[in-house]
């Protein structure tokens, strides 16, 4: 209801000379659930309709805080009808007051603090840079274990949480950051209650790790090789990333299964032992040859050793090139 028309109302009841008495009675206890309240919902209101109708919408005050109460008296009550024009003199205007003291209380919904923490998760997440080899668990605890809201319907939303993203983007070392949570209710009202928590960021890791149990010596096959998310306290820069560092290799020391490979571990597997007899390709340009011959060197994949050609005292630098075989180029 506007002033313009409450004032043109008002005026029309100051012309009524013979209006018939109002009373307006007070409720003891008066609970609203809107940011202001009127007086249709503090009392009650008899006699004159006309007047009635206009006093029942003018806007008496701000409603009260959520777990709070705010009491009001006739007198408050009397100086908001002045203010909205409307006389409080029994000359001109025959107002009755019935109560002395109304307890206005505001209706608000309680929300517990995990609906809350879940809604921010949900949040949070979508903002959280993961990648395939790297992702973000978010935890939190917040100083209330419940909060109470004007509205069934909320929103919750944290202060600032923009300035943790680029942070998130450089560490890769747990951090945890005080917040400051706005929870607000989605009745169009500016009303709003703080709550404040401690948010926690844990990184993990994706390793490579042991499906299988390995005793010292064995050699690693892609079987034995899996992928686990690993804590940061289990990750090192130094852990190998790609299997084709580890397969083919020799355990140093034995291994339990879903532990985590890490370098160190395991060494290059000889394809070719000192002594042993090898097979020798030969490469001259377009040209290739086969013969045999013996190491005296032990090699791994892709090292050069010295062996000897069959027959012939010479040695000549080889490459090898898988289990007992090595390449020459002439």
């Not at 004159?48 to 009491?71: F, L, M, W």
């Not at 149990?213 to 804590?231: H, R």
Request: net charge neutral; charged share 25%.
């Amino acid at each position: 209801m506007t002033r313009n028309f409450l004032f043109f109302a008002c005026f029309f009841l100051s012309l009524s000379a013979l209006a018939e008495g109002v009373q307006i009675r007070l409720f003891q206890n008066a609970h609203v659930a809107t940011e202001r309240y009127i007086f249709s919902q503090i009392s009650t209101c008899s006699g004159d309709e006309a007047i009635c109708n206009v006093v029942r919408t003018i806007d008496v005050a701000a409603s009260p805080q959520p777990g709070t109460i705010k009491y009001l008296n006739i007198n408050e009550l009397k100086q908001v009808l002045q203010e909205e024009g409307m006389g409080v003199d029994p000359k001109s205007a025959p107002f009755e007051f019935v109560g002395t003291v109304v307890a206005i209380e505001r209706i608000s919904y309680m929300i517990e603090s995990e609906a809350i923490k879940q809604k921010i998760e949900d949040q949070i997440s979508e903002w959280i840079p993961n990648s395939a080899l790297q992702r973000w668990n978010v935890s939190m605890s917040l100083n209330s274990k419940s909060v109470s809201v004007t509205s069934e319907e909320w929103v919750a939303k944290v202060v600032g949480f923009e300035q943790f993203r680029s942070e998130l983007l450089r560490s890769r070392t747990p951090f945890v950051r005080r917040i400051q949570i706005r929870i607000s209710p989605l009745t169009g009202e500016s009303s709003g209650i703080n709550v404040w928590g401690t948010i926690r960021f844990t990184p993990e890791f994706k390793l490579l790790s042991f499906a299988n149990g390995l005793e010292k010596g064995a050699i690693i096959s892609d079987a034995d090789i899996t992928e686990s998310w690993v804590g940061f306290a289990q990750y090192m820069e130094g852990a190998p990333r790609d299997r084709s560092a580890v397969v083919g290799k020799r355990m140093k020391v034995a291994a339990r299964p879903s532990a985590i490979v890490r370098f160190g571990i395991f060494e290059e597997q000889p394809l070719v032992n000192r002594g042993d007899d090898v097979q020798i390709r030969l490469l001259d340009g377009s040209i290739e040859m086969e013969s045999r011959g013996k190491s005296f060197q032990t090699g791994t994949l892709g090292q050069t050793i010295d062996v000897e050609l069959e027959g012939t005292k010479k040695k000549v630098r080889s490459k090898v090139v898988a289990q007992g075989k090595v390449e020459v180029s002439l």
